[in-house]
């Protein structure tokens, strides 16, 4: 599930960042790839390219972003897949991509555990929930002050969702069952549309990133009510998380870590794990991210691996509630 961003701030990023991977002047070594599985603009992307900008100071060695964008990350998985494991490509992937998508596609083309190599954590992206207040009637409205709407205007309780079967996707029914609402989730091609037609009040509410949603909150387009994660978040500190709302069951968040193919030697892992470490750890790439909403969260090789496979624990459970079968 890609967070599509219509970020101003992306576009600078994303030219500094192209002039930055494109120009080394001194390598050590071969030029890096890191590819993405979406298209340029969003979330996904905008972590990769200042990846590659840190990473290229660290390493003086020319680091590319390449997207390739398609199926929720599967094309670019797929990629990663076949390519070799010389240290020359890696994969700047989401959690949906490996740890959703095995579960709810019965072919992705990848197999996450064999064809992967972790290397280090990079981020978190946490997901919030909004609400389009004056559809509602209620400027202050919250979680359950929405559950009373849809009780009272049946079959309008849609839910704005980036992706079908994808973490946001379940929650709806995670929310609606602890709420005893009648909701339903409505898929979309990632956050901005959803942004847009909850500001429009073509839906009353949606599921998405809290970076693609930051901005239209501030300016009081919309309204964030929750977010998952087992904390509030310091750019939120008035919004409560699912967990506070008496709401179980939406607690993993996104996040976004390196990969490389299987076979990976060990020496090229740790080296990659050391500095991606150090970049992530940056002040300079910390605030940047904050800036849209992200967090960075630094981890190695090990590290990127618990939480993989404790996501796809959680992923497990949201699909298996939900009675989905694979397609």
């Known amino acids: ?37 979406f298209p340029a603009g969003g979330s996904s992307d905008a972590i990769a390219r200042l990846l590659a900008q840190g990473l290229q100071q660290e390493l003086g060695r020319s680091v590319m972003v390449e997207n390739k964008p398609g199926a929720g990350g599967q094309i670019a998985a797929q990629t990663l897949k076949g390519a070799k494991p010389d240290g020359t490509t890696l994969f700047l992937s989401n959690s949906h991509t490996v740890a959703m998508i095995p579960l709810t596609i019965s072919n992705p083309g990848f197999d996450t555990a064999k064809d992967f190599a972790p290397v280090a954590m990079v981020a978190v992206n946490p ?59 409505v898929p979309y091609r990632g956050d901005a549309p959803i942004v847009q037609d909850v500001m429009a009040g073509q839906v009353p509410a949606g599921i998405g990133s809290v970076g693609a949603m ?44 390196v990969f490389a193919p299987a076979g990976t030697p060990a020496p090229v892992i740790d080296s990659y794990s050391a500095a991606i470490t150090k970049v992530v750890k940056s002040p300079e790439f910390a605030d940047k991210l904050a800036n849209l909403g992200i967090s960075a969260h630094a981890g190695n090789a090990a590290d ?24």
């Open 1 to 37: 599930m890609q967070r599509r961003t219509t970020f101003h701030a992306l576009l600078g990023l994303g030219a500094a960042a192209l002039l930055a991977t494109s120009a080394a002047q001194a390598d050590s070594g071969p030029a890096i790839r890191i590819l993405v599985g």
């Open 127 to 185: 997901d919030v929930f909004v609400l389009n207040t004056g559809v509602l009637g209620k400027p202050n409205a919250g979680l359950r002050d929405f559950a009373q709407w849809v009780a009272a205007n049946p079959a309008k309780g849609n839910v704005g969702v980036p992706a079908p079967a994808s973490a946001p996707d379940f929650a709806v029914g995670v929310v609606a069952r602890a709420l005893g609402a009648d909701l339903k989730s």
């Open 214 to 257: 930051l901005q239209p909150a501030k300016a009081g387009k919309l309204r964030i009510v929750a977010v998952n994660g087992t904390s509030r978040l310091p750019i939120l500190p008035d919004v409560p998380t699912y967990a506070e709302l008496g709401i179980k069951g939406y607690e993993d968040m996104i996040f976004n870590g």
């Open 304 to 327: 990127l691996n618990a939480r993989l496979k404790a996501t796809q624990d959680f992923s497990a459970t949201m699909v298996r509630n939900a009675g989905y079968k694979p397609q």
